[in-house]
Structures are given as C-alpha cells and as structure tokens.
C-alpha cells in the first residue's frame, strides 16, 4: 500500500523559515515526478514545486529564490525548504507524487505565517 506523509508544518513569523517533508512508503520516489502544492483558504490549489526523476526543478514566481525543493533516495523523502516566508505563504502544503498518470497525494500540512 503505497503512503505518502507530509510533516514539518507550524507556525512562524515573517521572515522565518520551514523545512517541510514527505515521506513514503510502498512507492521509490527515484522514480517519480514529485510536486509541492498548496492552498490557502478559499483559494484554489496551486502549483508551488516540481522536481522531476532526472532532477530538474521548476519553481513558481512567487516562491522563486526563496524555495528550495529537493529528495533524499536513500529516505525517500521529499523536502522543501522555506525562507523568508510571508504571511501569504500561509496555506496547507501538499506532496504530490506522479508517474505515467497515476497520482499519489498526501494528506497536507498547515504552514501558518504571522507575527
């Protein structure tokens, strides 16, 4: 059964800093394209992060220089560390994992900014 478990979520100020996770089970991430989303409330979804099984990384403008998103094989986690994060980064997190169109997400995690 495959699981994918994101962490690493919480409460910081502006200007601070997260490092989230996602971890999984049943499934070798190596192989996978694996996506960051999230989303704020009532908001739609949005595309945050995209690493692909070759390593190129996409980053959409608004996170650009300020996140870096990145996999550990040997873990099979993915991370995504945040910087200088802004109150508009407040959103639930989301780990998405793909391969030839079967899709696998996690169940999220709140990143709340504010001072």
């Known amino acids: 059964q495959v699981q994918v478990v994101e962490s690493g979520g919480g409460l910081v100020q502006p200007g601070g800093s997260l490092k989230l996770a996602c971890a999984g089970s049943g499934i070798m991430f190596s192989i996978y394209t694996m996506d960051w989303y999230r989303q704020a409330p009532g908001k739609q979804r949005e595309l945050v992060a995209t690493?692909?099984?070759?390593?190129?990384?996409n980053y959409a403008d608004f996170v650009k220089g300020r996140f870096t998103i990145s996999r550990d094989n040997a873990k099979n986690t993915l991370y995504l560390q945040m910087n200088s994060l802004q109150p508009d980064d407040t959103a639930v997190y989301y780990c998405?994992?793909?391969?030839?169109?079967?899709?696998?997400w996690g169940q999220g995690t709140q990143v709340t900014v504010s001072s």
């Open positions: 998405n994992v793909h391969r030839q169109g079967v899709y696998y």
């Open positions: 690493l692909t099984a070759a390593g190129t990384t």
